[in-house]
T-cell receptor
Framework: SQQGEEDPQALSIQEGENATMNCSYKTSINNLQWYRQNSGRGLVHLILIRSNEREKHSGRLRVTLDTSKKSSSLLITASRAADTASYFCATDTGANNLFFGTGTRLTVIP | EAGVAQSPRYKIIEKRQSVAFWCNPISGHATLYWYQQILGQGPKLLIQFQNNGVVDDSQLPKDRFSAERLKGVDSTLKIQPAKLEDSAVYLC???????????????FGPGTRLTVT
């Protein structure tokens, strides 16, 4: 399967702490994307990192990509209660078809 | 900018019945996707359209699922007949046309939650 796997499956932290989620995948990719899903706003794109990039930032988000290990991580700094959601990595192998992982459920406790 | 619209938001049917979902993508987005998301899992691509042509339907259970995008804008996804395991959220997404292996982000609709009893 080309689907990625996130680790951990669930994460609970206090507001203000940092949250790190990891994603592993199996095939060569063109890019890797992270999405957030909550009941209020549905599935929303967060950040895209291309296979020739190693690190990317967007606001409080930092994404790294290690193609040799076929892994990526998403760091959310200074977490807020509003960050409570499920986070998915999705790999694009070159056909703009995304293969989503199983997700990490993040709970930020106020 | 209006987002991806989907209807209905919820649907409950009995097994062996038929159901159809509708999607209106963001204006100007030539690529449209249908995903199935089973509770506790990530979305799984069912079919991808480029304008009104099918790009990838390799994961669409064609014995019971069908989809069309006749005029290259709106799309419908149909299940006939439904099975219990079809209970899921059906998500529609759209994106700009891919160029030069450069991907664009996908914009998702709110989804249709289908319950098959």
């Amino acid at each position: 399967s080309q689907q990625g796997e996130e680790d951990p499956q669930a994460l609970s932290i206090q507001e203000g702490e940092n949250a790190t989620m990891n994603c592993s995948y199996k095939t060569s990719i063109n890019n890797l994307q992270w999405y957030r899903q909550n009941s209020g706003r549905g599935l929303v794109h967060l950040i895209l990192i291309r296979s020739n990039e190693r690190e990317k930032h967007s606001g409080r988000l930092r994404v790294t990509l290690d193609t040799s290990k076929k892994s990526s991580s998403l760091l959310i700094t200074a977490s807020r209660a509003a960050d409570t959601a499920s986070y998915f990595c999705a790999t694009d192998t070159g056909a703009n078809n995304l293969f989503f992982g199983t997700g990490t459920r993040l709970t930020v406790i106020p | 900018e209006a987002g991806v619209a989907q209807s209905p938001r919820y649907k409950i049917i009995e097994k062996r019945q038929s159901v159809a979902f509708w999607c209106n993508p963001i204006s100007g987005h030539a690529t449209l996707y249908w995903y199935q998301q089973i509770l506790g899992q990530g979305p799984k691509l069912l079919i991808q359209f480029q304008n009104n042509g099918v790009v990838d339907d390799s994961q669409l259970p064609k014995d019971r699922f069908s989809a069309e995008r006749l005029k290259g804008v709106d799309s419908t996804l149909k299940i006939q007949p439904a099975k219990l395991e079809d209970s899921a959220v059906y998500l529609c997404a759209s994106s700009l046309t891919r160029m030069n292996r450069d991907s664009y982000e996908q914009y998702f609709g709110p989804g249709t939650r289908l319950t098959v009893t």
